[in-house]
């Protein structure tokens, strides 16, 4: 079985700063690509950050400059995110891409989500 557990949400205020963890857990044989989503209310789950296993990082336009995405090892993945907007506020989640242990099937696998507010 496998799980992907975010951390770090929170309520900031405008300008401020917060920093999200995943972490992969389980019966895994390897991570390759890991990334973020966010969904506000009434919207649909559009990708933030994704980085690779070499290290090659997507931003999405609406952060680029602000939020960086970063592998502290095979499993976990973090986004800092900085100059925080109220447009910002939404469920953010964590996706891992995964070869799972002993079978080598394949499949992205989803955290529960983790709610930044961003709000004065």
């Known amino acids: 079985q496998v799980q992907v557990v975010e951390s770090g949400g929170g309520l900031v205020q405008p300008g401020g700063s917060l920093r999200l963890s995943c972490a992969a857990s389980g019966s895994i044989s390897s991570v390759s690509a890991m990334g973020w989503y966010r969904q506000a209310p009434g919207k649909q789950r559009d990708l933030v950050a994704q980085?690779?296993?070499?290290?090659?990082t997507k931003y999405a336009d609406s952060v680029k400059g602000r939020f960086t995405i970063s592998r502290d090892n095979a499993k976990t993945a973090n986004l800092q995110m900085n100059s925080l907007k109220p447009e910002d506020t939404a469920v953010y989640y964590c996706?891992?891409?995964?070869?799972?242990?002993?079978?080598?099937?394949?499949?992205?696998?989803w955290g529960q989500g983790t709610q930044v507010t961003v709000s004065s």
């Open positions: 996706s891992a891409s995964i070869y799972t242990s002993p079978t080598f099937s394949y499949g992205t696998y």
């Open positions: 980085i690779t296993t070499g290290g090659i």
